[in-house]
């Protein structure tokens, strides 16, 4: 390699914006993450099984593109630590974190769910939340330049519950909590965090509504879906903007789906 093409390939590493998607093994993260890809980023792709992983970096290289594998446990702050100590001396920054990571509980009354099953859903969608914004933050107020970009996945769930799901519904509304909260406390250090709440994207996790769900009236119907390249246009248009500038909350759903209005 001569030593402009050494120089170019350093600036072009230099240029590059680091990002890290939770739950990037499938569904939203992964169209996410590969949205990402596309566009320059290198992307350090988490979630809790390798293989998905694994196999989305393999694809990532073969097209030139930079992905990490990266298998962790979003619950286990132990891990998040080491995680973005791998992440801090292999890129010495972090430009973006999409806190994506979820899970649901079984849809069942209040009264039959589980304690087990309550903490299972708030440790991955809240506290898994936590740690990792938590270690975003402290990274990105102490890199140079300072500052950098956090956005969670809320939901529609953050706005209105469906039946029976108490324990989503509940960590969904102390996203907006946490995502406000970050946002404020993120001012100082040019850390901006916003949040986007999606309804009825195509993956494998909604595949049920074009069966038919609960409404609130008590019926099963058929929900309509967007493809899921939406969300992950609307989260890449997010990453883009320059520090200066945030959107605090996004909603993006399929335009027919029994969200506005009386159910």
């Known amino acids: 390699m001569t030593e402009a093409e050494q120089t170019t390939r350093q600036t072009t590493q230099a240029a590059r914006k680091i990002a890290l998607v939770t739950g ?3 569904g939203i993260g992964r169209a996410c993450a590969r949205k990402l890809l596309a566009n320059g980023y290198a992307v350090v792709l988490v979630g809790r099984r390798a293989e998905p992983l694994e196999t989305l970096a393999a ?10 594998a990266a298998p962790c446990d979003v619950t286990d702050a132990a891990a998040v630590e080491a995680l973005f100590e791998t992440v801090r001396a292999r890129y010495g920054r972090l430009d973006l974190l999409f806190n994506n990571a979820g899970r649901n509980a079984k849809a069942v009354e209040i009264d039959e769910l589980s304690v087990e099953d309550w903490r299972a859903v708030v440790d991955t969608n809240l506290t898994g939340v936590f740690l990792c914004t938590r270690a975003a933050f402290a990274l990105m107020k102490r890199q140079s330049p300072m500052g950098g970009r956090i956005i969670n996945n809320g939901s529609i769930s953050a706005h209105a519950p469906r039946p029976f799901s108490i324990a989503y519904t509940a960590t969904k509304h102390a996203i907006t909590g946490l995502t406000k909260s970050v946002s404020l406390d993120g001012r100082r250090y040019d850390i901006a965090c916003g ?22 009236n008590g019926e099963i119907a058929v929900e309509p879906l967007m493809d899921v390249e939406l969300v992950a246009d609307a989260v890449l248009h997010m ?4 520090l200066a500038a ?17 159910g």
């Not at 990453?239 to 320059?242: D, E, H, I, M, R």
């Not at 945030?246 to 009386?262: E, S, Y």
């Open 24 to 26: 990037a093994g499938s």
């Open 59 to 68: 694809e990532a290289r073969a097209a030139g593109q930079e992905g990490l």
């Open 195 to 216: 949040q986007i709440d999606i309804g009825n994207a195509a993956t494998e996790m909604a595949e049920r509504m074009a069966r038919g769900v609960p409404q609130a």
């Open 239 to 242: 990453a883009q903007l320059p």
């Open 246 to 262: 945030n959107v605090q909350f996004m909603t993006i759903m399929a335009t027919k789906m029994p969200f506005v209005g009386r």
